[in-house]
């Protein structure tokens, strides 16, 4: 399923949690905001310009609610071998 067409799918959908750091979502993330589906985004960025992580405002304007993960939250998700 493609987030541009969940409204089609999923017609009484009111919001979507999206995970990502990718500006790439803005123009979906705005058409569904038009469509009246509210966007969450977690996301992890750091605030320091030039750094692996700073991250343009596009994709945090773009979206209802933005929710910052720190690096504590990914402490416990690293993977045994």
């Keep these: 399923m493609a987030l541009s067409s ?17 500006s790439d979502f803005v123009p979906v993330i705005k058409m569904l905001k038009e469509k009246g589906i509210e966007i969450i985004l977690f996301s992890y960025y750091e605030r320091k310009r030039d750094t692996e992580f700073s991250r343009s405002h596009h994709l945090i304007d773009a979206c209802s609610e933005c929710i910052q993960l720190k690096k504590e939250d990914f402490n416990s998700c690293s993977l045994k071998k």
């Design 6 to 22: 969940c409204r089609a799918d999923f017609p009484n959908i009111k919001k979507i949690v999206l995970i990502a750091c990718d």
